[in-house]
């Protein structure tokens, strides 16, 4: 079945630096992939809808600048969190959807936890 | 976008008893989807219902769907322990919207052995 990965796992840093968040798919492409934030015990929230070749298009109140977004192959959509601070600590998941004749479900990465010290 | 309520917001059951959670939501959906979740883990999806269809069942799953109440019920039948998880429902609209899931606050299930 169709699977998305998602690294890494979990990320422990230090206020100011930047993490990178890749999300893949492994067996089918996906022109679109979503990005999620979730906080401990609360649902998900869509930050950001991540395209293939052309700029995300960000929800309401995400700070695009803080949240970039590169979706350079039908594979691969990486979310950059620049110059983190704790307030960004959360979990943070992508999803994306794969081809096919009516309606597919989207397929989740297993997440990765961003802690900033 | 405004997310769904669901209800119970915690449900504690034991083995083989049925588990029914709630979904409300707000807008014009295209389908409802169901996921699961488990600590500290990505959504795994249970079931797909459309905007024309009242009912569906996978398994030991029964969804149901209102579109006139705009609410959606989720059965689990004959639980058991490794169904403990947190469970969401997730609408998803058509048009420019397609993909984007808006989703619930989630129902924490424990199934006691």
């Known amino acids: 079945g169709a699977v998305v990965s998602q690294h890494p796992s979990r990320v422990i840093c230090k206020s100011g630096t930047s993490v990178k968040i890749e999300c893949r798919s492994l067996?089918?492409?996906?022109?679109?992939m979503f990005w999620y934030r979730q906080f401990p015990k609360q649902s998900l929230m869509l930050m950001a809808t991540?395209?293939?070749?052309?700029?995300?298009?960000?929800e309401q109140g995400v700070e695009k600048d803080k949240f970039l977004i590169n979706h350079a192959s039908l594979t691969l959509s990486t979310l950059t969190v620049t110059s983190a601070h704790p307030e960004d600590s959360s979990f943070y998941i992508c999803?994306?959807?794969?081809?096919?004749?009516?309606?597919?479900?989207?397929?989740f990465g297993d997440g990765t936890r961003l802690s900033i010290l | 976008s405004q997310q769904g309520e669901e209800d119970p917001q915690a449900l504690s059951i034991q083995e083989g008893e049925n588990a029914t959670m709630n979904c409300s939501y707000k807008t014009s959906i295209n389908n409802l989807q169901w996921y699961r979740q488990n600590s500290g883990r990505g959504l795994v999806h249970l079931i797909l219902?459309?905007?024309?269809?009242r009912e569906k069942h996978s398994g030991r799953l029964r969804v149901t769907l209102d579109t006139s109440k705009k609410s959606s019920s989720l059965l689990i039948t004959a639980s058991r322990a490794a169904d403990t998880a947190s469970y969401f429902c997730a609408t998803e609209a058509g048009g420019t919207s397609y993909g984007k899931l808006t989703f619930g606050q989630g129902t924490i299930l424990t199934v006691h052995p």
């Open positions: 219902i459309r905007s024309n269809e």
């Open positions: 991540s395209n293939e070749g052309s700029k995300a298009t960000y």
């Open positions: 067996d089918f492409q996906a022109t679109t």
């Open positions: 999803s994306a959807r794969a081809p096919g004749q009516g309606f597919q479900p989207q397929h």
